[in-house]
Every structure is written in C-alpha cells, then in structure tokens.
C-alpha cells in the first residue's frame, strides 16, 4: 500500500497550458510539502503546508497554487506553464516537519 | 539564505571499502538531520537521521554529528555496488517547517 502516492508520474504539456498534479499520504502525517527537483537533481522546497494550512512559500511564482483539502491531500496546480517549469516535482509528507519525510514517486513535467 | 553544502562527487569506491560523505550546514537553529538515497530516476528514500551529537549506527550507515562545527557525515561499511547512487544530506530548518537539502553527493561502487 503506497504510502505517498502522487498522479500522474509523467505529464507532457505544451506552453501556456494549465495542469494539475495531485499528492495523497495515508500515513496520518500532518505535514505535506511540494519539492522541485531540477535538471541538476537539487531539491529544492517550494511549499509546506501543515494540517490544511501553508506553512512556507518558498518565492514560487504565483502560477503555482498548491491547495488542501484535508491533511492527507496537496494537490499542486500550474497556470501558464512555462519552458522553466520542467522539473520532476515530488510531493512528500512527515508527522512534523521537523522530521524525516517521506516522498512519493515523482511527476516529471515536460513543458515544450 | 540557509544553505546545507555537499560535493558533488563522483565519490568512487572500491566494492567492500568504507564510502564517506560529508555534509555542512549554515542554520545553527537546525536540530534535525537526515540522509537520503537517491537512484537514478527515482524518489529520495529516507537512510538515516540525527538528532543529537556523535554517532547513530544502522546496520552497515553511520552518521555523525558535530553540531559545533555544524557538520554531517555518513559512512557506509562493506559498499556494495547496489550502494551506488546519488546520496542527499537534508537538514530541518530552525522553524522547523522544512527540509533544506543539499546538492548530492554521486557515490560509485566498483566491483
């Protein structure tokens, strides 16, 4: 049973396009985040949300609307996509966020 | 900026040798610390975490922690060729809201 599961793995879009991705954790943790890996494998944070509520926004252009409905979800939503945007964007969670955190599989967005 | 500094590698390793990797930090509020192993095309997956100064061993992992010198280590015993990937050092921010990673350290195992 996935612990950390985020759809879709692979999204291919073209420029201008809006897309969603979505993020799921059933391990009862009350911190979710969204982090950006670059071509260059650095991981970077760019949301942390804990129990529904945004904890850090870490200077993410205001295309990027992540949103919770409960604290098991943070799904991740991107208007106007951008030749920039192209990452593997991982969605994780832990029980606090000082802790150890758990990722899901990664999406790996291609804008072209 | 808080900043959580690694080299990048490639570290290469002979098989049944001792790998290690080294980390800094610049937030002295850190209390947390964390490693991760990352294969190629994968997730980060959690290895090890510190909380207090010294040594925490895990089977074949020992990290290290030297909050004085707001330093991180980890080292694998006996390295084996499926130890081969990208290692991340990870360090909570003093908020204590996130994870501040590093860049990657490359580690390649020999057989």
């Known amino acids: 049973d996935t612990a950390v599961s985020q759809t879709p793995k692979y999204l291919v879009t073209q420029m201008g396009n809006d897309k969603s991705i979505k993020c799921e954790q059933n391990?009862?943790?009350?911190?979710m985040y969204w982090y950006k890996q670059d071509s260059k494998k650095f991981l970077k944070i760019m949301f942390s949300?804990?129990?529904?509520?945004?904890?850090i926004n870490e200077t993410v252009p205001n295309r990027f609307s992540p949103k919770s409905p409960d604290k098991a979800h943070l799904n991740l939503h991107i208007n106007s996509l951008e030749l920039g945007d192209s990452a593997v964007y991982f969605c994780?969670?832990?029980?606090?966020?000082?802790?150890?955190?758990?990722f899901g599989q990664g999406t790996r967005l291609t804008v072209v | 900026q808080k900043e959580v500094e690694q080299n990048s590698g490639p570290l290469s390793v002979p098989e049944g040798a001792i790998a290690s990797l080294n980390c800094t930090y610049s937030?002295?509020?850190?209390?947390?610390f964390f490693w991760y192993r990352q294969y190629s095309g994968k997730s980060p997956e959690l290895i090890m975490s510190?909380?207090?100064?010294g040594d925490k061993e895990d089977g074949r992992f020992t990290a290290q922690l030297n909050k004085a010198s707001q330093y991180v280590s980890l080292l694998i015993r006996d390295s084996q060729p499926s130890d081969s990937a990208t290692y991340l050092c990870?360090?909570?921010?003093?908020?204590?809201?996130?994870?501040?990673f590093g860049k990657g350290t490359t580690l390649s195992v020999s057989s």
């Open positions: 994780a969670s832990s029980l606090k966020g000082a802790d150890g955190a758990f």
């Open positions: 391990l009862g943790h009350d911190t």
């Open positions: 949300y804990n129990n529904k509520e945004l904890i």
């Open positions: 937030d002295r509020g850190s209390q947390s």
């Open positions: 510190i909380y207090s100064n």
């Open positions: 990870a360090a909570a921010n003093q908020a204590g809201t996130a994870l501040i």
